[in-house]
């Protein structure tokens, strides 16, 4: 039977896998190893500051074990979004990881390296063509705001790992790629349907996450055919389900019936899961519908300033029935001292333990026992962040409010020192669209031959 | 958790099997819920309790801002996409993955039958 097996050793590059189950994995015989290695999902910091989400040490572990396993299986690993934004510094950091893990265990190999970090020049310039069409931030789109962000990404699709797998590369690092495209790849080269291939992409890219036990550190397995595909776990005490994969289809996507992604979107309002057996799932009846103009998402995270924070415990009963009204005074302290909005700064208090997480939405009910207080502030500089933050922390320590039992200090500490500066605060500013004439030429790519 | 709602129904947390919600990127904040049972997933999905309208009240948001809010039957699940209305991590923000804000979905009432 005609058909490709791709195999997605983990859902997170970096967090570790299970080994044995991707041993497993990897004796079914599959075409390829593709991994997903960023997101937007942990917020803009990364982006913003172009900083890797974990510690080059995990990346390293994690890449190491494919690497071997993909060389000695003679197929080729492809890596997406390398590294958490998939801007040119994380790129290079992984492509030093693959050429150290490459000396170290005597491999060789072709390697492509696809950039997708945007020159700001080459955006202003587009801009001023045709502004750009925004798919979140409500503000417009200025150069201004482009300066103030970080390295600006474009999301790849299909199209480059294409063009890096005809050019004989035997391991693809990429920066910034649609997830699903890093799996659907070699598929579509090879003639197979877009909207199968893209899907099954979908599911391999967040691994075991589709299987029960949900799981990111199980790899899983995609079988890609003419007409469908069959998705299992590598791990064989776990297993598929119809829910579990028709569930993941859902997972992170605005809509199940309408997937935009580059060059098109992928249609699943046809889509059937049918249960194997017990441990694999069969897809079919996904379509891919290609847009007339080929468009590729754009990301970045403008700065706005330094944050620095402290953290506190509150468990007196009557200061945090006066809580409110304590914060609200702090905050008019800090305006008095710092002119705070006059000076680009602000400050704000989390209350864990009462509506931290969900904040006016939250129903309320009886007082809690304790409270987490985090202080943050942000100012122009780390300098006076912490100086805001640690103001703020000192008049709440000796506040004075109705009913004071203790007043020998307000707030326990959970260690020394108390202002942590956090490091630069950004937002997403850049989530945008872009027409291309062709869907490689703003993804270069360097081939390199790895000898050792 | 809510307590289910005595005799004119049962919560949805008592009826789905999954209610999650996660970023759909940093511009909005997506909702499964899932369904392990057919009749179960059949019942609300007849009730009509899972519309755009009480999603917006529930959430406090206008409602152009919910973008999708459907049943997707191949998967027992229904869909929910809102517009965030802080970016995630942007300076007020409260979940950067968006995944703790699917509790006041938890406690829609189901009818009986």
Redesign the interface.
Known sequence: MQQIVGVAPSGSLGSGYNIAAFKRAMSLGPDFVGQDAGSTDMGPYYHGSGQPFLPRTTYKHDLSIMLRAARAAQVPLIVGSALTSGCNTTLENAVGIIREIAAEEGLSFRMAVIQAEIDKATLKQRMTLAPLESIGPTEALTPETVDRCGPIVAQMGVEPFIKALEAGAEVIIAGRACDDAVFAALPVMRGYDQGLALHCGKILECAGLSAIPYDLGEPMVGILRRDHFVVEPGNADHRCTTVSVAGHSLYERGDFEFQPGPGGLNDLSGTSFEQLDARSVRVRGSRFIPDVTYKVKLEAAEQLGFRSIVIVGIRDPIMIRELDGLLAETEARAEERFGMAAAGMRLRFRTYGRDAVMGRLEPGGAPPREIGLMIEALAPTQEMATAVAMYSRGHLQHAHYAGILTTAGNMAYPFSPFGIPVGPAYRFAVYHLLALRDPCEIFPITLEEVRN | MAEAASNQGETLDHVA??IRS???????I?F?I?F?DADAYARVKRSGVIDAMRIASL??IPPTDV??CKP?D????F?I?IRRPV???????????GC??H??LTGLVVPVA
């Open positions: 099997k999954v996660k970023n759909a990127g940093p511009f909005e997506t499964d899932m392990d959430y406090r973008l999708v997707f191949a998967a027992l699940a869909k996409t970016s995630s991590g942007d300076w007020l923000d409260t979940d950067v993955y703790q804000q509790v006041p």
